[in-house]
C-alpha cells in the first residue's frame, strides 16, 4: 500500500477500505506522509467524495488517534452537544448546568473563538480563577464533583484531525461534506458518550448559510453520530442574527447567567429547553420533549441551574461569587450608542457583521495566542421584526481602545436594515434530524 496509489484511488472515484484509510491517518500523524500529498488526498475527498462507510471509519479512526474519555466510573448517562458556531452563542453556559442540575453528566470539550465567532471558553474565562484549560484526570474530577465540566483540552484530542484540519484551512479543502463531518465526529467521539445533540446553525453568522446545506450537515451527523453507537439528534437553528442581546465574552457570560435565573432571552431560553429536552429523552428522563422542557423550566425557575453553574465554576477554580454578583465582571469603561437614523421596522440585522465588529472591539482574537478584552462588545437593542423610531438607540458598543470604535459602528450599522414593511420574525427552530 502507498499514498499515491490511494489518492489515485479517491481521484477516480474509488472506495477506500478501512485499513486504507488507516494507513493514510496513521502514516500522516507520524509524517511518514507528507503534507501535499494529505492535502491531495483531501481534494480528491473534495471533488469525489465519500460514502457513510467511509465516513465512518475515517471518523473513528481520527477519534482513536488521541486520548479518550471512556465512561468508566460514571454510572449515570453522559451527553454532550456540539453547535457549528455562530454570532452570542452562549447555549453551553446555560445547557451544560442545565442538564447536570437533572442528574446526567455533561463534560463538554470546547475551543476558544477565531475569526468573527466567539469562543465558549474565552466567555468563561471572564470569570476570574477560571480554569479551562484541563487534563484528562483533571476533567474527570470535576465531573465527579460537579456533574458537568467545560474545558479546553489538554490532552491529545483527535490529533490526527488537527493537523488535518490546519492543511485543509490552507488548501481549500475546509467545504467538504465528508471532511466536516469526520473532523466534528472525531472529536466527539473522544468522550464516551450515550447521546449527542447537534446545534446546526444557518444563516448569515453561520458556516452554513443556506438552508439546504445545514440539512445535508445536520442529516450526515446524525446517521454518522448513529453508525458510531451514539444516539443523535441535530436541530437546526436561526443565525440570520445573533442569539440573544449581547455579543462579547462578559456581556455573553452575563446574558446566559440572567438566563439561568430564568429572565434571560426567549430566544437562546427556547433554544436551550429545545436542545436540552432532546437530551433527556434520550437519557429517559422524560418521555416526551414537552416533558422535558417542563423538567428543564422547573430546574431554571428552581434555580438549581444556576446552582450547578456555580459547583461548576468553583471545581475549575474560578470565583463563584460572580454568579450571583455578576457586576462583578469586567466592564468596558465606555458605552457608545447607534441611533435609529429612520422610523420603521428591523427586516434584517446581519449576525455576521455584528461578530465582526464585536471582534474589531477587541473581543475576538485573529490568530491563535493572540489577548483578547473580555468586557467589549455590542449588546443591542432591537432584533429583526421590533418597530424602531427615529432617534431610538438600536445598539451599544462596550468599548476600551478608542483605535477602533468607528469601524465597528459603521459594521453595527451596516448589519441593520430598517424598512417600512412589518417583516416576519426568523423561526428559530428551521428542521429537526433524528
Ligand atoms: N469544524 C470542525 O471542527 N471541522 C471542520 O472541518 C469544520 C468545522
Same mark, same amino acid.
Given at each position: 500500500?502507498?499514498?499515491?496509489?490511494?489518492?489515485?484511488?479517491?481521484?477516480?472515484?474509488?472506495?477506500?477500505?478501512?485499513?486504507?484509510?488507516?494507513? *493514510? @491517518?496513521?502514516?500522516?500523524?507520524?509524517?511518514?506522509?507528507?503534507?501535499?500529498?494529505?492535502?491531495?488526498?483531501?481534494?480528491?475527498?473534495?471533488?469525489? !467524495?465519500?460514502?457513510?462507510?467511509?465516513?465512518?471509519?475515517?471518523?473513528?479512526?481520527?477519534?482513536?488517534?488521541?486520548?479518550?474519555? !471512556?465512561?468508566?466510573?460514571?454510572?449515570?448517562?453522559?451527553? $454532550? =452537544?456540539?453547535?457549528?458556531?455562530?454570532?452570542?452563542?452562549?447555549?453551553?453556559?446555560?445547557?451544560?448546568?442545565?442538564?447536570?442540575?437533572?442528574?446526567?453528566?455533561?463534560?463538554?470539550?470546547?475551543?476558544?473563538?477565531?475569526?468573527?465567532?466567539?469562543?465558549?471558553? $474565552?466567555?468563561?474565562?471572564?470569570?476570574?480563577?477560571?480554569?479551562?484549560?484541563?487534563?484528562?484526570?483533571?476533567?474527570?474530577?470535576?465531573?465527579?464533583?460537579?456533574?458537568?465540566?467545560?474545558?479546553?483540552?489538554?490532552?491529545? *484530542?483527535?490529533?490526527? $484531525?488537527?493537523?488535518?484540519?490546519?492543511?485543509? $484551512?490552507?488548501?481549500?479543502?475546509?467545504? !467538504?461534506?465528508?471532511?466536516?463531518?469526520?473532523?466534528?465526529?472525531?472529536? =466527539? *467521539? @473522544?468522550?464516551? !458518550?450515550?447521546?449527542?445533540?447537534?446545534?446546526?446553525?444557518?444563516?448569515?453568522?453561520?458556516?452554513?448559510?443556506?438552508?439546504?446545506?445545514?440539512?445535508?450537515?445536520?442529516?450526515? %451527523?446524525?446517521?454518522?453520530?448513529?453508525?458510531?453507537?451514539?444516539?443523535? @439528534?441535530?436541530?437546526?437553528?436561526?443565525?440570520?442574527?445573533?442569539?440573544?442581546?449581547?455579543?462579547?465574552?462578559?456581556?455573553?457570560?452575563?446574558?446566559?447567567?440572567?438566563?439561568?435565573?430564568?429572565?434571560?432571552?426567549?430566544?437562546?431560553?427556547?433554544?436551550?429547553?429545545? %436542545?436540552?429536552?432532546?437530551?433527556?429523552?434520550?437519557?429517559?428522563?422524560?418521555?416526551? @420533549?414537552?416533558?422535558?422542557?417542563?423538567?428543564?423550566?422547573? =430546574?431554571?425557575?428552581?434555580?438549581?441551574?444556576?446552582?450547578?453553574?456555580?459547583?461548576?465554576?468553583?471545581?475549575?477554580?474560578?470565583?463563584?461569587?460572580?454568579?450571583?454578583?455578576?457586576?462583578?465582571?469586567?466592564?468596558?469603561?465606555?458605552? *457608545?450608542?447607534?441611533?435609529?437614523?429612520?422610523?420603521?421596522?428591523?427586516?434584517?440585522?446581519?449576525?455576521?457583521?455584528?461578530?465582526?465588529?464585536?471582534?474589531?472591539?477587541?473581543?475576538?482574537?485573529?490568530?491563535?495566542?493572540?489577548?483578547?478584552?473580555?468586557?467589549?462588545?455590542?449588546?443591542?437593542?432591537?432584533?429583526?421584526?421590533?418597530?424602531?423610531? =427615529?432617534?431610538?438607540?438600536?445598539?451599544?458598543?462596550?468599548?476600551?481602545?478608542?483605535?477602533?470604535?468607528?469601524?465597528?459602528?459603521?459594521?453595527?450599522?451596516?448589519?441593520?436594515?430598517?424598512?417600512?414593511?412589518?417583516?416576519?420574525?426568523?423561526?428559530?427552530?428551521?428542521?429537526?434530524?433524528?
Amino acid at each position: 500500500m502507498n499514498a499515491v496509489e490511494l489518492i489515485r484511488k479517491k481521484r477516480d472515484g474509488q472506495r477506500l477500505a478501512r485499513p486504507e484509510l488507516e494507513f *493514510l @491517518v496513521r502514516h500522516y500523524l507520524e509524517g511518514k506522509i507528507p503534507d501535499y500529498q494529505m492535502a491531495a488526498f483531501c481534494m480528491a475527498v473534495y471533488f469525489r !467524495s465519500m460514502d457513510v462507510r467511509e465516513i465512518t471509519d475515517f471518523t473513528q479512526i481520527m477519534a482513536d488517534s488521541g486520548d479518550r474519555l !471512556s465512561h468508566e466510573g460514571f454510572d449515570g448517562f453522559i451527553a $454532550d =452537544k456540539h453547535s457549528t458556531g455562530g454570532v452570542g452563542d452562549k447555549v453551553s453556559l446555560v445547557l451544560v448546568p442545565l442538564i447536570a442540575a437533572c442528574g446526567l453528566y455533561m463534560p463538554k470539550l470546547s475551543g476558544r473563538g477565531l475569526g468573527y465567532t466567539g469562543g465558549t471558553i $474565552d466567555k468563561l474565562e471572564a470569570i476570574p480563577g477560571f480554569r479551562a484549560p484541563l487534563t484528562l484526570e483533571e476533567l474527570k474530577r470535576c465531573l465527579c464533583q460537579a456533574g458537568a465540566a467545560i474545558s479546553e483540552s489538554t490532552f491529545q *484530542l483527535a490529533p490526527a $484531525d488537527q493537523k488535518l484540519y490546519a492543511l485543509r $484551512d490552507v488548501t481549500a479543502s475546509v467545504e !467538504s461534506l465528508p471532511l466536516i463531518v469526520s473532523s466534528i465526529l472525531s472529536k =466527539k *467521539l @473522544v468522550i464516551d !458518550s450515550d447521546g449527542l445533540v447537534f446545534d446546526v446553525k444557518v444563516g448569515s453568522g453561520a458556516m452554513m448559510r443556506a438552508l439546504s446545506p445545514a440539512k445535508a450537515l445536520a442529516g450526515l %451527523l446524525v446517521s454518522i453520530a448513529k453508525r458510531c453507537g451514539r444516539r443523535a @439528534v441535530a436541530l437546526i437553528t436561526d443565525m440570520s442574527q445573533p442569539l440573544g442581546y449581547n455579543v462579547g465574552n462578559a456581556l455573553e457570560l452575563k446574558e446566559a447567567l440572567a438566563t439561568l435565573q430564568s429572565h434571560g432571552p426567549a430566544d437562546l431560553t427556547e433554544i436551550v429547553l429545545r %436542545l436540552g429536552s432532546e437530551l433527556l429523552v434520550m437519557a429517559k428522563q422524560a418521555r416526551t @420533549v414537552t416533558a422535558g422542557w417542563e423538567l428543564l423550566r422547573r =430546574k431554571l425557575l428552581s434555580g438549581e441551574g444556576l446552582h450547578k453553574f456555580s459547583e461548576m465554576v468553583r471545581a475549575q477554580g474560578g470565583d463563584a461569587d460572580v454568579v450571583r454578583q455578576p457586576h462583578r465582571l469586567s466592564c468596558a469603561r465606555e458605552k *457608545l450608542e447607534l441611533k435609529a437614523k429612520k422610523t420603521g421596522w428591523v427586516g434584517a440585522l446581519d449576525a455576521r457583521l455584528i461578530g465582526e465588529a464585536a471582534h474589531s472591539l477587541g473581543a475576538g482574537r485573529a490568530a491563535m495566542g493572540e489577548r483578547i478584552d473580555h468586557a467589549v462588545g455590542v449588546e443591542l437593542f432591537k432584533k429583526i421584526g421590533d418597530q424602531v423610531t =427615529k432617534g431610538e438607540p438600536l445598539a451599544c458598543l462596550h468599548v476600551n481602545e478608542q483605535t477602533h470604535w468607528a469601524e465597528a459602528m459603521a459594521r453595527v450599522e451596516s448589519a441593520f436594515q430598517i424598512g417600512r414593511i412589518r417583516p416576519r420574525r426568523p423561526a428559530l427552530v428551521r428542521g429537526r434530524v433524528a
